[in-house]
């Protein structure tokens, strides 16, 4: 359910492309798998594609794509965001990585295309922490979007094998959070706009997972 935001404190330049998705506290309580619960915010930049299928589109494990970049998955545009809500038993903070986001990176040459997103995290959707995300590593370390995604389906609690891209609540100092935020860094990242264009612009969303033990 999507509706066409207004109501936020930074009035979005056109509120069609701005869809927001709210109300998520208390959503997914009958669904305790470790995959996104609800989209409580999206605000793209320009960018469209898989938009028609969210919030679906990043909910559920990974489809990645076989070695190609998948297309199950809902793109930011540079500069976009979008926020995702954990219902109970959110992500915890134990041994190691905590959660695993996937996106569409591809290989080429001898490395992978890659489009970054930097990744934020919050127990209750008012304080947040940021990541370290090091935009000037190539490939960049610390972001979103960096890793292949080497699993068609996730195996719960063994990131090393499905790929992705793992993050620790205790590099940030949480010992739990509700909500994940992802913010591409495409153009900081390249340093120009060419993979910004389009309806599949910047970071593309395919499902973010957290770590059951
Ligand atoms: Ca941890
Ligand atoms: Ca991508």
Avoid at 147 to 158: C, I, K, N, P, T
Wanted: hydrophobic share 40%.
């Amino acid at each position: 359910m999507f509706v066409v935001a207004g109501a936020c404190a930074a009035e979005p330049e056109d509120p069609a492309h701005y869809p927001v998705v709210g109300g998520c506290e208390g959503a997914g309580a009958a669904t305790r798998d470790p995959f996104v619960d609800c989209v409580d915010e999206l605000r793209p930049r320009g960018a469209s594609f898989g938009h028609d299928r969210a919030p679906a589109v990043v909910m559920g494990p990974p489809r990645g794509g076989g070695g190609l970049g998948g297309v199950d998955v809902l793109s930011l545009g540079c500069g976009g965001e979008i926020t995702l809500f954990f219902d109970e038993p959110a992500i915890v903070d134990g041994p190691g990585a905590d959660f695993v986001v996937f996106e569409n990176p591809f290989a080429l040459g001898d490395g992978t295309f890659v489009e970054p997103a930097r990744v934020l995290a919050s127990e209750d959707g008012v304080e947040w922490r940021e990541f370290p995300c090091a935009l000037a590593q190539r490939p960049p370390i610390g972001c979103a979007g960096i890793g292949l995604v080497s699993a068609e389906s996730f195996d719960q609690g063994d990131p090393e094998a499905s790929g992705g891209d793992s993050f620790d609540l205790k590099e940030i100092g949480l010992a739990r959070a509700t909500y994940v935020r992802l913010i591409d860094a495409g153009e900081a990242y390249y340093g120009h706009r060419m993979w910004c264009e389009g309806p599949s612009g910047g970071f593309d969303l395919d499902a973010i997972a957290a770590v059951i033990r």
